[in-house]
């Protein structure tokens, strides 16, 4: 694609719109047009985010989250890649898994959330179980699609050279359909941000998502903004880390 | 857009079938209010079956919020006109500056036999104070509200520092389970969940935190805010007058099967669960002293910076 | 038997397969594993092993799961999720196709728009929630608009990444014919990115019935995701599993439904 460099033709005018809009706010609040207790104006978020991150607090709910979500993201994508790999290789293996994956698939993971409180209990291992629930999904299938859809000459052709499973599967079948496994981790990415929050939310003593929701209920509504800022923020680092990835791993693949 | 004007035609149909019972219907003024589908709002129910809402030209449309979580969120969002919550997050609410307004009281907790809350153990755990409990945890649904707050007055008042309590936040559904499987040493349980873990044994109650801390302690509230109550004082007058007599009628029934199956209705919850649950009587006014005392220990345990002026947070009509 | 010979018998049946037989002849130790775990489950509860009240065995499940088709309210709670979340769906789904063309065509709306799109799109569903209740209440019009929001992103993405990619060569030879704007739009434009608005419609169906849900959870009085909640409250789990089980069943013939549709409509749409 020849735009690639600046896919979007924006540039520098990427800030202007988001100032106008912030301006807008910022006017509305100072000329009372907006409930200061609902809706802080920007100046005031800034400043308790300013405030957030002086006072050295804003450091372990962050950590919190991030290590909640590598750990959850990681494993997904791990076991969503092997099982995919597994079922497009493996007529059996495909057989035994299927009919199961296409039962728990459909179930929005929050209803599973009374289940894993039961066996994991509430903590740690209910919230990685429940990211790794709502990752795999998306890279199994979409792992599944790309080793089943690929070239059959290339697989004829590693057949003549008589080579083992295992290396067939490392060297040739994970590259080639690595472009695909992305596509299914960038989704992934995704549902994961949304479970790591909502795992917060229910399950966590900490992290972001339990901060939002702690200070909803005690109706610290300017702290709350910041701590969103922050998610926010995270969320696009995460997916810029994600899009550098890829592009170091796939070099050959344009933007998708 | 479509449910209005589903319900333009169908009250239209209805205007044409029943011409007689028209004006009296169509005075009805609505009033949205949200609930906690639990035992504490039947005398709310028992009004709306009475019909004495009606009698005052009101109709009340419960909205249900289980474990009340959007319940006075929504109401500052404008969904409800009022909301049954507690006395927590009510003054929480008015600290921030939000303008919430107590209008009627909803429950308190006046016998500590008809407490049926209270902070559960194992019965072979050993734990029998807050002392017992330092560098162990309790299990309460939500932190910084007002479950957390007695439970920590409890801790404190059986000897214990709250400072060396982990509070883990568990829904009350989770409860039990998390105190059987040890992923809580403690847990303050509310019926009927603490009925049904009671009665299966092997847990043993070891404290009552609002009868033992604050006899007499009113903990919900019906809330509204000022907007509404300057919008239409007139209705909600009406809805604390029928109110009153819901927790008339409600006072009156207290072992009256037909109770029950009110509560039931509106809960889903049998009927024979229920029967495990003792019923305490409901306030018909609010408690200035009781609420100052919660204030008081709001502030003890840093939920409030300082003292509210509850004057202008209880409506002189909930008294 | 090699990997690649695998492979290959795999992909020789990638048609559907024509009886049911054949398609159980595939995976019977699939659906034994399935009743061997549902037996395992029966078991744990009947006999003890999992002693808790929200453990009902699957048997009482699929007894309440009869009883509440009966009754008709499950039906009920799954047709108001059901309309929030199509209305919220329909609503992104012409938001998203609609500013997707429209970005990827103009470089001034780009320029404008796009950075806040970008700026709300990594905003995980669940914290705006809390917000969101404080402006629009706990009514359907905030979740409608969650729905909306969650939807809008995979097909707004989908349909901008399409259009970009369409091969300008096409577009310059439809203007070196002078076809209008509306006739380029229509003619060229637009069968060209069908299969990738089609992905992000796609993605978008199981999203809108997981954030319906989610969002009835954290702020709801009706429908299936408050139904979850309000069943644990009054403790019958076996309606909640049941309700559960319904909720799949739903995604899974919405998933079903859809691939059919598309392969009708769009038969060029070949492997991604």
Request: proline share 6%.
């Amino acid at each position: 694609m020849p735009r690639s460099s600046e896919p979007d033709g924006i540039g520098y005018w990427a800030g202007v719109s988001p100032a106008i809009v912030l301006c807008i706010w910022e006017l509305a609040g100072r000329l009372g047009w907006t409930n200061p207790i609902l809706l802080p104006n920007p100046t005031q978020i800034v400043a308790a985010l300013a405030a957030l991150v002086a006072s050295g607090g804003i450091l372990t709910p962050l950590v919190h989250t991030v290590g909640l979500f590598v750990v959850g993201f990681t494993l997904a994508a791990v076991i969503g890649t092997g099982i995919g790999i597994a079922m497009a290789t493996s007529r059996r293996l495909y057989g035994l898994l299927e009919p199961l994956v296409e039962m728990l698939r459909p179930i929005p993971k929050p209803a599973l959330v009374p289940v894993l409180f039961l066996f994991l209990g509430i903590g740690k291992a209910t919230m990685i179980a429940l990211v790794v629930l709502a990752g795999m999904f998306p890279v199994l299938i979409s792992t599944y699609q790309g080793v089943r859809g690929l070239d059959p000459v290339l697989l004829e052709t590693a057949r003549t050279f008589q080579i083992s499973r295992s290396r067939m599967i490392a060297s040739i079948i994970l590259p080639a359909s690595l472009p695909m496994i992305l596509a299914g981790m960038r989704v992934a990415l995704g549902l994961g941000l949304v479970l790591v929050i909502l795992a917060e939310m229910l399950a966590a003593q900490e992290g972001i998502g339990f901060r939002i929701l702690d200070l909803e209920r005690s109706f610290q509504i300017r702290d709350m903004f910041a701590w969103i800022v922050v998610l926010v923020l995270l969320g696009a680092a995460m997916m810029k880390v994600f899009d550098v990835a890829e592009r170091n791993l796939v070099p050959w693949r344009g933007r998708s | 857009m479509r449910r209005s004007l589903l319900s333009i035609g169908l009250a239209m149909i209805w205007l044409l079938a029943v011409p007689v019972s028209r004006t009296q219907a169509a005075d009805l003024e609505k009033i949205r209010v949200s609930i906690i589908p639990i035992g504490d709002v039947a005398p709310l129910f028992a009004a709306i079956q009475n019909g004495y809402f009606r009698e005052l030209g009101l109709e009340i449309d419960t909205t249900p919020s289980a474990g009340g979580a959007a319940g006075i969120p929504g109401l500052v969002g404008g969904s409800f006109d009022i909301a049954y919550g507690n006395v927590v997050s009510a003054l929480l609410a008015a600290q921030q500056g939000l303008d919430v307004k107590v209008i009627a009281a909803g429950t308190n907790v006046t016998d500590p036999k008809l407490d049926a809350t209270g902070i559960f153990v194992k019965s072979d755990g050993g734990i029998k104070s807050g002392k017992d409990l330092e560098g162990k945890s309790i299990g309460v649904n939500t932190r910084n509200n007002v479950i957390w707050l007695y439970a920590r007055a409890w801790v404190k008042a059986t000897g214990g520092d709250p400072e060396r309590v982990t509070f883990k936040e568990v829904p009350f559904p989770q409860m039990e389970d998390a105190l059987r499987q040890q992923r809580v040493d403690a847990a303050f349980m509310v019926p009927p969940f603490s009925a049904v873990a009671e009665q299966k044994g092997g847990l043993s109650k070891v404290g009552s935190p609002y009868s033992d801390i604050q006899p007499g302690v009113d903990v919900g509230q019906y809330i509204t805010t000022g907007k509404v109550l300057a919008a239409k004082p007139e209705a909600v007058r009406k809805f604390v007058t029928g109110l009153r007599k819901g927790v008339e009628w409600y006072n009156a029934n207290l072992t009256n099967e037909a109770l029950l199956t009110l509560i039931s209705g509106y809960t889903k919850a049998d009927v024979a669960l229920l029967k495990l649950v003792p019923v305490p009587t409901a306030p018909l006014r609010t408690d200035v002293s009781q609420v100052r005392k919660t204030m008081d220990m709001m502030i003890d345990s840093k939920l409030l910076p300082a003292p509210l002026d509850l004057d202008k947070i209880i409506d002189s009509q909930a008294l | 038997m090699s990997a690649v010979d695998r492979l290959n018998v795999s992909d020789r049946e990638r048609s559907e397969p024509r009886s049911s037989r054949e398609w159980l002849g595939g995976r019977a130790s699939g659906v034994l594993l399935i009743v061997a775990l549902l037996s395992l489950w029966e078991l744990s509860s009947r006999l003890g092993w999992v002693v808790s009240a929200y453990w009902p065995p699957v048997s009482q499940i699929l007894a309440a799961a009869f009883a509440q088709l009966m009754g008709g309210e499950i039906l009920l709670s799954l047709a108001a999720t059901m309309r929030r979340a199509a209305i919220g769906y329909a609503a992104a789904s012409a938001a998203g196709i609609v500013l997707g063309i429209v970005l990827a065509r103009s470089r001034l709306l780009r320029c404008g728009l796009l950075p806040l799109i970008e700026i709300v799109r990594p905003m995980p569903t669940p914290a705006i929630i809390p917000p969101l209740i404080l402006f629009l209440g706990v009514d359907d019009a905030l979740k409608i608009f969650i729905v909306a929001l969650a939807s809008f992103f995979p097909i707004f993405t989908t349909t901008y990444a399409g259009v970009a990619a369409v091969d300008d060569t096409l577009i310059q030879t439809a203007r070196t014919f002078r076809t209008s704007w509306a006739r380029t739009l229509y003619a060229v434009v637009l069968p060209a990115v069908v299969p990738a608005i089609a992905a992000g419609l796609r993605t978008a169906t199981g999203l809108c019935i997981v954030v319906a849900v989610l969002s009835e959870m954290i702020a709801g009085s009706s429908g299936i995701g408050y139904y979850l909640i309000e069943t644990q409250y009054a403790m019958r789990p076996d309606l909640m599993y049941a309700a559960v089980l319904y909720l799949a069943l739903t995604g899974y013939a919405l998933n079903r439904v859809f691939l059919a549709i598309e392969m009708r409509a769009i038969p060029w749409m070949g492997k991604s």
